[in-house]
């Protein structure tokens, strides 16, 4: 509309019609909008359908030979615009053959070499499936992406959302860790679910909004790590929930077409790409696979070794991207703190499963974002997970089996880059290890020799710290303890030995210096000591009912052989008589053995009458009560001192004797126990005595003081001093006789504060007196304890009075609270 121009503007023309008036035949603008949006949505509704037409046209027509890149796929256009932003060009070898099957809704089980392209294999097929099906928000879940690790369902989770970023679909990042009220009430709005087993069955248990009836696709990404028996029970309650009309994808490094696995999927017809005998289904062997360009070696070590061997390690390749496997979190936690406390020189990382997941998600971000790092990590980092250019695969505990082997090597040279991956064996895994992999690999490994030259071992710091750091000193331990759990709990007992292993030499490379108890073990020693011996009782031989009866005899005959010698009297004085200390032995039992080696050694094997062996009993446990009792009925003296005279005879010592005690010997009871009331009297009267010797002991030191005092007097009377030095050996005779006395000298004279006049010239005469008294040395102070006939000058009353005495305590103490009042 236009705006009226003002009045006196000249002449208006001709206005045109407002199109809001219905009357003038114009319509409202929103509806103009309204229809163009319609119009705008049926063709593009129309361009949808001619465009999945063409593309279902397609599928049949699809060879994977002729397939060079993404572009020769009959992808929707919103796909082909983000591989191409995404820089996905040429695709792999898995991608080429298994992405035509699953677009033409087959089943598909895929085997390749980690680092191929896995991800995208099964990630384009699923957004194209929901697009030519029209999928929509409102209309649930379309298909659902499980993994074993969460960190490899964060990695497809971010895949996804490259490669679909076009698209219109939902998606969900469902995995533990996360916040699950929040899970809760967006489950039902995502059309795609990239899930843990473990978070997924726990939505299927407690949440009633999930609905799985409308899913059409099920992938399982490391599928040979989802059906193997750790998560078989959580697998096939996942499996009971899902309809059984569904396309199912199953992709892995490892893969396994066993029959068992295959009927548990309900998989129909499937398309094995990337088997060597495809036709052979009923073989239960995995298939296995590693980069063209992974080198591979092992070195063999001591366990108590590997410590040095990884720091050392360590220090000759700072400039690389390492990755550490070991067996256990809380090793992986251990080795990460003490490293960081021993300060290599480059970053370091640890990523285990007992994290929190927002900490494990910042860690895996972090080792993909820098170029130099070693990162210490147990096998949930072995699985799928795409690391970019990591130079070596550092294996510092022995996998469990040959696939786990390889998950862990295929972290490096992925992607047709070149990676390094060494293996640690201790001598007793090398043999069945290294057979095992040249079985199932059919490579050859070769062994390296560590220079020792090359060698730091840091054990001396390790110990250091941990002397300092208790928590630090638990962290080892349970390190310790973990690694010899998990090494009893594996099923292969000839590559994992228990027996095998140096438990001390391996607490001090830890930095420990007392070996942790390990009850488990202890434990199982007993049980297969029980069957040894249960074993040992059911050999023996049939003739055992005969050895028995003879056992018997021999028992009956050495029980009777006492009464028997009493009654020979005088005739067997000769016969060989048994000493022995033991004589409580009623009833205990006769080595049999030890007696049938005496027959035969004495050649009396058919003699009736032989020496009574009785066994030794066993050593009492000697308690900290029985030494005392020992020692009270020897009735030593612990930590006594003896004095002796010049005779050669002990003094005793008055000090540590009670003299209320040897007073009061007769008045003592020997009923036994301890009287109270007695002991508790002669306590009272032995602290008189001990009043009454202290008294003793400081007049003793009083006289030796006033006697050398005497003595320092007349060797200076006799010397001839002066009189002001005679007023200084009384003043010290003073402070001999009162040990509390205190020198007031450098308080005022308080007839000079007090008696003072303004104006009298008080100042000046005190001022001179100061002076004088500098001057003189201080002699009239010395010269007032003498006559009044030395002073010449007609001075003020208040000039005499000196404090010439030394005062008391108390006395001191009165002045100057008087002196604080006033």
Not at 381 to 394: E, H, I, K, M, Q
Request: overall charge negative; charged content about 30%; hydrophobic content about 35%.
């Amino acid at each position: 509309m236009q705006k009226q121009k003002p009045k006196g503007a000249g002449k208006p023309g001709p206005r045109p019609p407002k199109q809001g008036n219905h009357k003038s035949g114009g319509k409202p603008q929103h509806q103009f909008k309204q229809k163009r949006s319609k119009e705008f949505a049926i063709s593009k509704l129309a361009a949808t359908d001619a465009e999945i037409a063409e593309l279902r046209a397609k599928y049949a027509d699809i060879d994977a030979g002729s397939i060079k890149t993404f572009s020769d796929f009959p992808f929707s256009q919103k796909t082909k615009r983000a591989l191409t932003e995404s820089k996905y060009t040429v695709p792999t070898e898995v991608q080429r053959q298994s992405i035509g099957p699953a677009l033409q809704g087959k089943d598909v089980l895929g085997a390749a070499i980690t680092g191929s392209g896995k991800t995208l294999a099964f990630l384009l097929p699923v957004l194209e499936h929901l697009y030519m099906q029209k999928w929509s928000r409102t209309d649930g879940v379309g298909a659902i992406i499980i993994s074993p690790t969460r960190e490899l369902a964060y990695q497809i989770f971010e895949t996804l959302k490259k490669v679909g970023k076009h698209h219109d679909f939902s998606a969900g990042l469902i995995i533990g860790g996360k916040n699950l009220k929040f899970e809760r009430t967006r489950m039902d709005q995502c059309n795609i679910l990239i899930c843990t087993p473990g978070r997924l069955l726990q939505h299927m248990d407690e949440n009633p909004l999930f609905n799985t009836t409308t899913m059409e696709m099920l992938v399982l990404d490391e599928a040979d790590r989802c059906l193997d028996m750790g998560f078989e029970k959580c697998l096939n309650s996942i499996l009971e929930n899902f309809p059984p009309e569904r396309q199912t994808l199953l992709f892995s490094a490892t893969q396994t077409n066993s029959l068992a696995d295959l009927a548990r999927l309900n998989l129909k017809e499937p398309v094995y790409v990337g088997y060597e005998q495809a036709s052979k289904q009923t073989s239960s062997k995995a298939l296995l696979a590693l980069p063209e360009l992974l080198q591979q070696s092992y070195v063999v070590l001591p366990l108590e070794e590997k410590i040095t061997m990884l720091w050392s390690f360590i220090k000759n390749h700072l400039k690389q991207k390492i990755i550490v496997f070991v067996a256990s979190c809380k090793q992986a936690k251990y080795l990460y703190e003490i490293f960081c406390k021993l300060r290599p020189g480059v970053g370091l990382l640890a990523l285990y499963g007992t994290l929190h997941q927002d900490r494990r998600i910042a860690i895996y971000e972090d080792f993909l974002r820098k170029s130099h790092v070693v990162m210490f990590a147990t096998d949930v980092a072995s699985r799928g997970l795409d690391f970019p250019a990591v130079n070596w695969v550092l294996q510092l505990d022995c996998p469990e089996d040959v696939a786990q082997y390889i998950h862990r090597a295929g972290r490096s040279a992925r992607n047709k880059t070149r990676g390094e991956c060494l293996l640690v064996l201790t001598p007793n895994e090398e043999k069945h290890m290294i057979d095992a992999l040249q079985d199932q690999l059919n490579l050859s490994i070769r062994n390296v020799q560590i220079d020792p030259k090359k060698l730091f071992s840091p054990r001396v710091k390790i110990e250091a710290f941990l002397a300092q750091f208790p928590e630090l000193r638990a962290s080892a331990q349970r390190a310790f303890l973990s690694y010899l759990k998990s090494v009893f709990l594996m099923r292969n007992k000839r590559l994992f030995n228990v027996a095998s292993l140096n438990l001390d030499a391996y607490a001090q490379s830890l930095g420990l210096a007392v070996t942790p108890r390990v009850p488990f073990i202890r434990h199982h020693w007993l049980q297969k000591q029980k069957e040894q011996l249960q074993q040992q009782g059911e050999k023996k031989d049939e003739d055992e009912d005969e050895d028995v009866e003879v056992e018997q005899q021999k028992q009956q005959q050495l029980t009777n052989f006492a009464s028997d010698s009493e009654e020979s009297g005088d005739e067997d004085d000769d016969f060989i008589k048994i000493k022995r200390r033991d004589h409580d032995v009623e009833g205990a039992p006769v080595d049999l053995a030890a007696l049938d080696a005496v027959r035969r050694a004495t050649g009396d094997e058919d003699e009736e009458e032989t020496p009574l062996v009785v066994p030794k009993r066993e050593a009492k446990l000697v308690t900290k009560a029985a030494l005392a009792k020992k020692a009270l009925k020897k009735q030593l003296q612990v930590n006594s001192k003896l004095k002796f005279d010049d005779e050669g005879e002990t003094l005793a010592d008055e000090r540590n004797q009670m003299k209320a005690l040897a007073t009061n010997k007769s008045q003592q009871d020997d009923d036994g126990g301890i009287n109270l009331m007695l002991s508790k009297a002669l306590l009272n009267e032995e602290d008189q005595y001990d009043k009454q010797r202290f008294r003793e002991l400081v007049k003793k030191r009083h006289k030796l003081q006033r006697e050398k005092l005497r003595k320092k007097v007349e060797e200076q009377k006799s010397d001839g001093e002066d009189e002001n030095e005679e007023e200084e050996q009384d003043e010290m005779a003073v402070d001999s006789e009162s040990e509390n006395s205190v020198d007031l000298s450098w308080l005022p004279d308080p007839d000079k504060i007090y008696n003072k006049k303004p104006g009298s010239g008080v100042e000046k005469q005190q001022s001179a007196d100061e002076q004088d008294d500098v001057e003189d040395g201080d002699s009239d102070d010395d010269n007032d304890s003498g006559s009044d006939d030395d002073d010449d000058n007609d001075e003020p009353a208040f000039k005499k009075s000196r404090i010439t005495q030394r005062l008391t305590l108390l006395d001191t103490e009165a002045i100057a609270a008087n002196l604080l009042a006033s």
